[in-house]
């Protein structure tokens, strides 16, 4: 499997804010940090299943644990241009615990929903592994010989 490094046009803003929250909630000392947040998130959408409609990065985090996706299907259909609810759908499943609330968001919020789905597809197969710099040639300077060095600090 190779993990996704373009993000299709569609998702980059909303997935550079998904990526930027699941980030900063990673936390190696305290690594429960996330989990915990995700939860309470997911408690918060329960209880009121519109709550994120327009913020599909929440949306998505509160979701993350309640919803599988089958990604290595997914990945088999053309992402590059956004797909319709219909061509997703099929590859997600949802908790028990979460049936009620994800299917009133699916009739009240669908592009809410395949938007947050995509978004949490593309993150699990995403590799943020930062790409190698290109070596620049440089000449070094003579901080000796330079008009700003003081030498009465």
Same mark, same amino acid.
């Given at each position: 499997?190779?993990?996704?490094?373009?993000?299709?046009?569609?998702?980059?803003?909303?997935?550079?804010?998904?990526?930027?929250?699941?980030?900063?909630?990673?936390?190696?000392?305290?690594?429960?940090?996330?989990?915990?947040?995700?939860?309470?998130?997911?408690?918060? $959408? +329960?209880?009121?299943? /519109? #709550?994120?409609?327009?913020?599909?990065?929440?949306? &998505?985090?509160?979701?993350?644990?309640?919803?599988?996706?089958?990604?290595?299907n997914?990945?088999?259909?053309?992402?590059?241009s956004?797909?319709?609810w219909?061509?997703?759908?099929?590859?997600?499943?949802?908790?028990?615990?979460?049936?009620?609330?994800?299917?009133?968001?699916?009739?009240?919020?669908?592009?809410? $929903? +395949?938007?947050?789905? /995509? #978004?949490i597809?593309?993150?699990?197969?995403?590799? &943020?592994?930062?790409?190698?710099?290109?070596?620049?040639?440089?000449?070094?300077?003579?901080?000796?010989?330079?008009?700003?060095?003081?030498?009465?600090?």
């Open positions: 499997m190779q993990a996704e490094k373009n993000i299709p046009d569609y998702l980059t803003d909303d997935f550079s804010m998904y990526l930027e929250n699941v980030t900063s909630l990673t936390d190696p000392e305290n690594p429960e940090l996330l989990s915990i947040y995700l939860t309470n998130l997911f408690e918060q $959408l +329960k209880a009121t299943p /519109l #709550l994120f409609t327009g913020m599909v990065d929440q949306l &998505a985090m509160a979701i993350t644990t309640k919803i599988r996706i089958d990604s290595k997914l990945a088999q259909i053309d992402l590059s956004e797909p319709l219909e061509d997703v759908k099929p590859f997600v499943g949802v908790h028990a615990d979460a049936r009620a609330c994800v299917t009133q968001i699916m009739k009240e919020a669908q592009q809410d $929903l +395949k938007v947050a789905v /995509l #978004l597809h593309f993150y699990n197969r995403y590799d &943020a592994t930062p790409l190698k710099a290109e070596e620049v040639d440089v000449e070094q300077i003579d901080d000796y010989n330079s008009d700003d060095y003081d030498e009465n600090y």
